[in-house]
């Protein structure tokens, strides 16, 4: 195996990483403190660094240790992902505290595990988020397909009428008025 990888970014921005080799095939990076735009690139790194030496199968990011997480750590944890997928290596989430996990979830992202000790009802929050998210996004893809079908209808009314119109004009008889050059 090689050089062991272990070590810990600075704790200066609010986000500590520690991250660890805990075998050939993969690596392990603690996160704790506030996973936001400003902190996410130190993550970035630190997923860089893990993939560039050693080459891991698989990479776990403990978020047992976050306290927050914005838009911009989701944005962060889909780069990550991203950028292992590149290099043939799956990124797992794992351990995050309820509130992070439920917003995971919501988001879409892969939780490997979700510790529900401390709270039993976790799993049918989760499961009910998950449910009426669906909902939500049934509901729109449906409010957009029949907006879509709505004005898709009244484009042919406009030229089913705009026909009519013509036809009906073209039967007119020529009365005084209208246009008739026979005055």
């Known amino acids: 195996m090689d050089e062991p990888l272990s070590f810990r970014t600075p704790g200066d921005s609010g986000l500590t990483i520690t991250v660890t080799r805990t075998s050939v095939q993969e690596t392990r990076l603690a996160v704790a403190g506030e996973l936001?735009?400003?902190?996410?690139?130190?993550?970035i790194d630190a997923v860089d660094r893990?993939?560039?030496?050693?080459?891991?199968?698989?990479?776990?990011?403990?978020?047992?240790?976050?306290?927050?997480i914005d838009a911009g750590g989701l944005r962060t944890l889909g780069y990550a992902?991203?950028?292992?997928?590149?290099?043939?290596?799956?990124?797992?989430?794992r351990d995050a505290p309820p509130a992070v996990l439920r917003l995971l979830s919501l988001a879409g992202q892969w939780v490997e595990t979700a510790s529900t000790d401390h709270d039993p009802g976790l799993a049918r929050k989760l499961a009910d988020d998950r449910r009426l998210m669906?909902?939500?996004?049934?509901?729109?893809?449906?409010?957009?397909?029949?907006?879509?079908?709505?004005?898709?209808?009244?484009?042919?009314?406009?030229?089913?009428?705009?026909?009519?119109?013509?036809?009906?004009?073209a039967r007119r008889p020529h009365e005084p008025g209208h246009g008739s050059s026979a005055e």
């Open 36 to 43: 936001d735009r400003t902190t996410g690139g130190q993550l």
């Open 50 to 68: 893990a993939l560039a030496t050693g080459r891991p199968r698989t990479i776990r990011v403990d978020l047992a240790g976050l306290t927050i």
């Open 81 to 93: 992902r991203a950028r292992c997928a590149a290099a043939a290596c799956e990124l797992w989430l």
């Open 134 to 169: 669906a909902i939500h996004l049934d509901n729109a893809a449906a409010l957009q397909t029949s907006a879509r079908e709505a004005a898709s209808r009244a484009h042919e009314m406009r030229r089913h009428n705009a026909a009519l119109r013509a036809r009906i004009a």
